[in-house]
Protein backbone atom coordinates (compact mmCIF):
# COMPACT_ATOMS: atom_id res chain seq x y z
CA UNK A 1 0.00 0.00 0.00
CA UNK A 2 1.23 3.17 -0.83
CA UNK A 3 1.80 5.30 2.61
CA UNK A 4 3.80 8.29 4.23
CA UNK A 5 4.68 6.91 7.63
CA UNK A 6 5.37 8.91 10.39
CA UNK A 7 6.38 7.71 14.06
CA UNK A 8 5.97 8.20 16.61
CA UNK A 9 2.36 9.03 16.44
CA UNK A 10 2.19 10.74 19.68
CA UNK A 11 5.44 12.22 22.07
CA UNK A 12 5.64 14.17 25.05
CA UNK A 13 9.03 15.60 25.89
CA UNK A 14 11.22 17.63 28.17
CA UNK A 15 12.70 21.40 27.54
CA UNK A 16 16.24 20.38 25.80
CA UNK A 17 15.89 16.56 25.32
CA UNK A 18 17.28 15.95 21.26
CA UNK A 19 14.40 14.00 19.64
CA UNK A 20 13.53 13.18 15.96
CA UNK A 21 10.52 12.10 14.19
CA UNK A 22 11.27 9.84 11.37
CA UNK A 23 9.00 9.74 7.95
CA UNK A 24 9.01 7.52 5.20
CA UNK A 25 7.54 7.12 2.11
CA UNK A 26 7.36 3.81 -0.05
CA UNK A 27 6.05 5.84 -3.40
CA UNK A 28 9.79 6.92 -4.90
CA UNK A 29 8.55 10.23 -4.44
CA UNK A 30 11.24 12.82 -5.01
CA UNK A 31 9.72 15.71 -3.08
CA UNK A 32 9.83 15.66 0.64
CA UNK A 33 7.99 18.31 3.01
CA UNK A 34 7.52 18.65 6.68
CA UNK A 35 4.45 20.86 8.41
CA UNK A 36 3.41 22.06 11.46
CA UNK A 37 -0.20 22.37 12.32
CA UNK A 38 -1.33 24.97 15.16
CA UNK A 39 -5.14 25.67 16.00
CA UNK A 40 -6.18 28.98 13.61
CA UNK A 41 -2.84 29.00 11.73
CA UNK A 42 -3.22 26.26 9.60
CA UNK A 43 -0.30 24.39 8.31
CA UNK A 44 2.86 25.77 7.63
CA UNK A 45 6.24 24.34 5.92
CA UNK A 46 8.97 24.02 8.08
CA UNK A 47 11.50 22.20 5.40
CA UNK A 48 11.52 20.41 2.26
CA UNK A 49 13.41 18.76 0.31
CA UNK A 50 13.57 18.22 -3.59
CA UNK A 51 15.89 15.31 -4.09
CA UNK A 52 18.55 13.16 -2.01
CA UNK A 53 21.09 15.74 -0.36
CA UNK A 54 18.66 18.71 -1.09
CA UNK A 55 16.80 20.70 1.68
CA UNK A 56 15.64 23.77 2.03
CA UNK A 57 14.18 26.42 4.64
CA UNK A 58 10.25 26.74 4.28
CA UNK A 59 8.75 29.23 6.40
CA UNK A 60 9.23 28.06 9.89
CA UNK A 61 12.74 26.50 10.15
CA UNK A 62 14.04 27.69 13.35
CA UNK A 63 14.79 25.35 15.51
CA UNK A 64 14.27 22.00 13.53
CA UNK A 65 16.74 20.29 11.42
CA UNK A 66 16.77 17.89 8.74
CA UNK A 67 18.20 15.33 6.33
CA UNK A 68 17.52 13.26 3.18
CA UNK A 69 20.33 10.69 3.01
CA UNK A 70 17.97 8.36 0.94
CA UNK A 71 14.97 8.65 -0.81
CA UNK A 72 12.71 7.71 1.17
CA UNK A 73 13.40 9.00 4.48
CA UNK A 74 12.84 12.40 5.57
CA UNK A 75 13.44 12.54 9.22
CA UNK A 76 13.10 15.97 11.47
CA UNK A 77 15.40 16.64 14.15
CA UNK A 78 14.19 19.29 17.20
CA UNK A 79 18.45 18.74 18.77
CA UNK A 80 16.96 21.06 21.76
CA UNK A 81 13.02 21.55 21.99
CA UNK A 82 11.14 24.11 23.26
CA UNK A 83 7.14 24.24 24.91
CA UNK A 84 6.54 26.68 21.43
CA UNK A 85 7.24 23.50 19.18
CA UNK A 86 4.53 21.86 20.95
CA UNK A 87 2.22 21.36 17.42
CA UNK A 88 0.92 18.52 15.47
CA UNK A 89 3.69 17.70 12.19
CA UNK A 90 2.89 16.22 9.74
CA UNK A 91 5.75 15.00 6.59
CA UNK A 92 4.72 14.91 3.03
CA UNK A 93 5.66 13.60 -0.21
CA UNK A 94 5.40 14.20 -3.96
CA UNK A 95 6.54 13.20 -7.40
CA UNK A 96 7.53 16.61 -7.90
CA UNK A 97 7.39 19.84 -5.84
CA UNK A 98 3.57 20.15 -4.49
CA UNK A 99 1.24 18.97 -7.37
CA UNK A 100 -0.53 16.42 -5.22
CA UNK A 101 0.48 15.89 -1.85
CA UNK A 102 0.71 12.55 0.19
CA UNK A 103 0.45 12.97 4.24
CA UNK A 104 1.41 10.95 6.56
CA UNK A 105 -0.94 10.68 9.63
CA UNK A 106 0.83 13.20 12.32
CA UNK A 107 2.98 13.18 15.25
CA UNK A 108 1.61 15.09 17.98
CA UNK A 109 4.63 16.64 20.11
CA UNK A 110 4.18 18.08 23.58
CA UNK A 111 7.13 19.96 24.79
CA UNK A 112 6.79 20.26 28.43
CA UNK B 1 3.88 37.45 -0.47
CA UNK B 2 1.36 34.41 -1.08
CA UNK B 3 -1.51 34.22 1.16
CA UNK B 4 -4.87 32.55 1.89
CA UNK B 5 -7.79 33.44 3.92
CA UNK B 6 -10.76 31.23 4.69
CA UNK B 7 -13.49 33.54 6.69
CA UNK B 8 -15.09 30.74 8.44
CA UNK B 9 -13.55 29.05 11.18
CA UNK B 10 -16.72 26.82 12.26
CA UNK B 11 -19.63 26.19 9.52
CA UNK B 12 -22.83 23.59 10.54
CA UNK B 13 -25.03 22.25 7.97
CA UNK B 14 -27.50 19.68 7.74
CA UNK B 15 -27.10 16.50 6.49
CA UNK B 16 -28.21 16.57 2.93
CA UNK B 17 -28.06 20.34 2.87
CA UNK B 18 -25.69 21.87 0.01
CA UNK B 19 -22.58 23.35 1.28
CA UNK B 20 -19.80 25.87 0.06
CA UNK B 21 -16.66 26.71 1.72
CA UNK B 22 -14.97 30.17 0.83
CA UNK B 23 -11.46 30.79 0.02
CA UNK B 24 -10.16 34.09 -0.96
CA UNK B 25 -6.02 34.37 -1.70
CA UNK B 26 -3.96 36.61 -2.56
CA UNK B 27 -0.91 36.27 -5.51
CA UNK B 28 0.00 38.69 -7.85
CA UNK B 29 -0.32 36.20 -10.88
CA UNK B 30 -2.37 33.09 -11.43
CA UNK B 31 -2.17 30.81 -8.70
CA UNK B 32 -2.33 27.24 -8.66
CA UNK B 33 -4.93 26.32 -5.80
CA UNK B 34 -6.27 23.23 -4.11
CA UNK B 35 -8.39 21.94 -1.60
CA UNK B 36 -7.50 19.74 0.63
CA UNK B 37 -9.48 17.71 3.91
CA UNK B 38 -8.53 16.14 6.83
CA UNK B 39 -10.54 13.88 8.80
CA UNK B 40 -10.17 13.27 12.43
CA UNK B 41 -7.03 11.69 13.41
CA UNK B 42 -5.75 11.67 9.85
CA UNK B 43 -2.89 13.31 7.55
CA UNK B 44 -4.57 15.81 4.40
CA UNK B 45 -6.24 13.95 1.20
CA UNK B 46 -6.07 15.96 -1.94
CA UNK B 47 -9.13 16.77 -2.76
CA UNK B 48 -9.04 19.08 -6.15
CA UNK B 49 -6.85 21.36 -7.84
CA UNK B 50 -6.45 24.33 -10.19
CA UNK B 51 -3.84 25.27 -12.29
CA UNK B 52 -4.91 26.32 -15.69
CA UNK B 53 -8.15 25.63 -17.77
CA UNK B 54 -11.64 25.34 -17.06
CA UNK B 55 -12.52 27.48 -13.70
CA UNK B 56 -14.84 25.18 -12.59
CA UNK B 57 -12.83 21.80 -11.17
CA UNK B 58 -14.48 18.36 -10.22
CA UNK B 59 -12.83 16.70 -7.63
CA UNK B 60 -13.42 13.35 -5.53
CA UNK B 61 -16.35 12.60 -3.03
CA UNK B 62 -18.68 14.94 -5.05
CA UNK B 63 -16.86 18.10 -4.26
CA UNK B 64 -16.40 20.75 -7.08
CA UNK B 65 -14.50 24.14 -6.80
CA UNK B 66 -14.80 27.36 -9.00
CA UNK B 67 -11.98 29.54 -9.60
CA UNK B 68 -13.06 33.85 -9.92
CA UNK B 69 -10.12 35.60 -10.92
CA UNK B 70 -12.03 38.82 -10.27
CA UNK B 71 -13.00 37.83 -6.76
CA UNK B 72 -9.54 36.21 -6.13
CA UNK B 73 -11.53 33.29 -5.17
CA UNK B 74 -11.71 29.98 -4.78
CA UNK B 75 -14.61 28.28 -3.33
CA UNK B 76 -15.30 24.72 -2.49
CA UNK B 77 -19.10 23.16 -3.12
CA UNK B 78 -21.31 19.83 -2.69
CA UNK B 79 -25.27 20.05 -3.36
CA UNK B 80 -25.58 17.20 -0.73
CA UNK B 81 -23.50 16.74 1.79
CA UNK B 82 -23.23 13.48 4.14
CA UNK B 83 -22.74 12.97 7.69
CA UNK B 84 -18.79 11.08 6.45
CA UNK B 85 -17.82 14.89 5.15
CA UNK B 86 -17.61 16.08 8.79
CA UNK B 87 -13.93 16.84 8.37
CA UNK B 88 -11.18 19.90 8.25
CA UNK B 89 -11.00 21.68 4.94
CA UNK B 90 -8.08 23.59 4.13
CA UNK B 91 -7.28 26.00 0.93
CA UNK B 92 -3.59 26.08 0.03
CA UNK B 93 -2.02 28.42 -2.55
CA UNK B 94 1.61 27.58 -4.76
CA UNK B 95 3.33 29.30 -7.38
CA UNK B 96 5.22 27.85 -10.25
CA UNK B 97 8.44 27.99 -9.63
CA UNK B 98 8.13 27.99 -5.76
CA UNK B 99 8.05 24.63 -3.91
CA UNK B 100 5.70 25.31 -1.52
CA UNK B 101 2.41 25.08 -0.68
CA UNK B 102 0.96 28.30 1.47
CA UNK B 103 -2.28 26.93 3.68
CA UNK B 104 -5.22 28.96 4.60
CA UNK B 105 -6.38 28.50 8.29
CA UNK B 106 -8.97 25.80 8.00
CA UNK B 107 -12.56 25.35 7.89
CA UNK B 108 -14.60 22.65 10.63
CA UNK B 109 -17.22 21.11 9.35
CA UNK B 110 -19.64 19.71 11.04
CA UNK B 111 -22.76 17.94 10.00
CA UNK B 112 -25.94 17.71 11.92
CA UNK B 113 -28.14 14.69 11.48
Known amino acids: EAQVTQNPRYLITVTGKKLTVTCSQNMNHEYMSWYRQDPGLGLRQIYYSMNVEVTDKGDVPEGYKVSRKEKRNFPLILESPSPNQTSLYFC???????????FGSGTQLSVL | AQSVTQPDIHITVSEGASLELRCNYS??????LFWYVQSPGQGLQLLLK??????LVQGIKGFEAEFKRSQSSFNLRKPSVHWSDAAEYFC???????????FGQGTRLTINP
Open chain 2, 92 to 102: AVGRQGAQKLV
Open chain 2, 27 to 32: YGATPY
Open chain 1, 92 to 102: ASSFSGFEKLF
Open chain 2, 50 to 55: YFSGDT
